[in-house]
Nanobody
Framework: QVQLVESGGGLVQPGGSLRLSCAASGNAFRVNAMAWYRQAPGKQRELVARVTSYGITNYADVTKGRFSISRDNAKNTVYLQMNNLKPEDTAVYYC?????????????????WGQGTQVTVSS
């Protein structure tokens, strides 16, 4: 069993910053990639940023230049630094991990989700 535990959400004023963290723990595994998604009320869940095991990153256009994703491979943890936050960034943010368990055949990809953390940007 693999668990993703998120932290760092909250209420912030427009222009402020928050840092989200997500730690993966559980059965022996190898992390292929980790990502952050978000879902605003009445909208579909969307990709915010993703980082591979090689450190390759990609971002949603609306977050480029404001958000930065990073990871600590030794801790199986991914971070999302969010700067210059806007009211439209308000959403529940979810961590996603693309993992291969040590017991899996090579190339197997399993996706796990965190429980979500609320980010509210409001004055």
């Amino acid at each position: 069993q693999v668990q993703l535990v998120e932290s760092g959400g909250g209420l912030v004023q427009p222009g402020g910053s928050l840092r989200l963290s997500c730690a993966a723990s559980g059965n022996a595994f190898r992390v292929n990639a980790m990502a952050w998604y978000r879902q605003a009320p009445g909208k579909q869940r969307e990709l915010v940023a993703r980082v591979t095991s090689y450190g390759i990153t990609n971002y949603a256009d609306v977050t480029k230049g404001r958000f930065s994703i990073s990871r600590d491979n030794a801790k199986n943890t991914v971070y999302l630094q969010m700067n210059n936050l806007k009211p439209e960034d308000t959403a529940v943010y979810y961590c996603n991990a693309d993992l291969t368990l040590n017991s899996d055949r090579p190339g197997t990809s399993r996706h796990y989700w965190g429980q979500g953390t609320q980010v509210t940007v409001s004055s």
